[in-house]
């Protein structure tokens, strides 16, 4: 049964109850949103998190050193437009990913799952899971579009694609439908912990705000102060995943469609601790927290006012 205002809730359902296929249109459009905004730190996070791939550190080339200097770097190399590389991929796997995500969430809520002990974070984690899945060949070209550039800035493997479209073509033609689904198991336990994290230390932080009574119940400002905590546990937790997500995403493949450099995602760790250092596995923390902090709080502000302004349009049509 849907949750009323009279009912108790802690959650990011709290408040105006929309259907969960209207909050599937509405988190998918609110993290597209949020995309065109931090889609240049997601490519400034990829090529960090490529350079010196299995490699350790001090015996390699660094093109890319720090934030702000990674942002003159890409600029430099591929132009300004090229900060948006993989710009259509990226917005694909948002709209793919949270719809299924916050559709899938949003019936746990409705169900009442999220109200047991532990519900919110599992609730969040499965959702997460079967988005990551469905979104994973759009995020499989983002990764890869993003880590191309020219040859003295390069990092990691170059797929040397030109379009989306392009992209999809090839993999299908060279591997097959199963190619597209090439480094899903790095993705689903990455978007499993970080949407687990997002979810719960949103809806946690925003409730205590709202009971603190500091600011008004409805005013956006709440949502806001549960972004930028969210944010935080979200890079702390997500960032050894992300790593290894776009290594295995980006990696060369044989005719078979494995991958020539990494069996998985624990060799993949494993590999990055041994031959580059436990630090490694936090490459490009900096971007991956700056991306990550404004696209959660932009993402969760947006799904939250969007979810506002729906069930507000309903209660008057009915």
């Not at 065109?36 to 010196?52: D, H, I, M, S």
């Not at 559709?103 to 999220?114: F, H």
């Not at 759009?138 to 020219?150: E, F, G, M, P, R």
């Not at 997002?198 to 009574?213: C, G, I, M, R």
């Amino acid at each position: 049964m849907p949750l009323t205002r009279a009912q108790k809730s802690t959650g990011p359902e709290a408040g105006e109850t929309v259907p969960p296929v209207v909050d599937l249109v509405l988190g998918a459009s609110a993290c597209c949103l949020a995309c065109v905004f931090t889609n240049p730190l997601e490519v400034v996070k990829t090529r960090l998190q490529l350079q010196g791939e299995l490699q350790a550190r001090g015996t390699y080339p660094r093109p890319y050193r720090g934030f702000m200097a990674s942002v003159a770097a890409v600029a430099r190399a591929d132009g300004l437009w090229g900060l948006q590389k993989g710009l259509a991929a990226g917005l694909l796997y948002q709209g793919l990913m949270n719809s299924v995500r916050f559709y899938c969430y949003s019936l746990a809520c409705q169900a009442g799952l999220t109200q047991q002990p532990g519900g919110t974070v599992v609730a969040g984690a499965v959702a997460g899971a079967l988005g990551a899945f469905v979104g994973s060949p759009a995020y499989l070209i983002k990764t890869q579009l993003q880590a191309q550039t020219v040859a003295e800035m390069a990092v990691g493997h170059q797929h040397n694609h030109q379009t989306l479209l392009g992209a999809l073509e090839t993999i299908w033609r060279q591997q097959g439908l199963v190619g597209l689904w090439q480094g899903v198991g790095g993705a689903v336990p990455r978007v499993m912990v970080g949407s687990a994290a997002q979810l719960a230390t949103f809806a946690s932080a925003k409730a205590w705000v709202q009971e603190q009574q500091w600011l008004p119940v409805d005013s956006w400002l709440v949502a806001l102060a549960g972004g930028m905590i969210s944010s935080i546990a979200v890079a702390v937790v997500m960032t050894p995943f992300d790593v290894a997500s776009t290594r295995l995403y980006n990696q060369p493949v044989d005719r078979a469609g494995r991958g020539q450099l990494y069996g998985g995602l624990t060799n993949c760790m494993v590999k990055i601790w041994q031959q580059e250092g436990p630090l490694a596995l936090y490459k490009g923390l900096g971007p991956a927290y700056l991306r990550l902090g404004p696209h959660t709080i932009l993402s969760m502000l947006f799904w939250d006012e969007l979810r506002k302004l729906a069930g507000r349009a309903q209660h008057q049509g009915t």
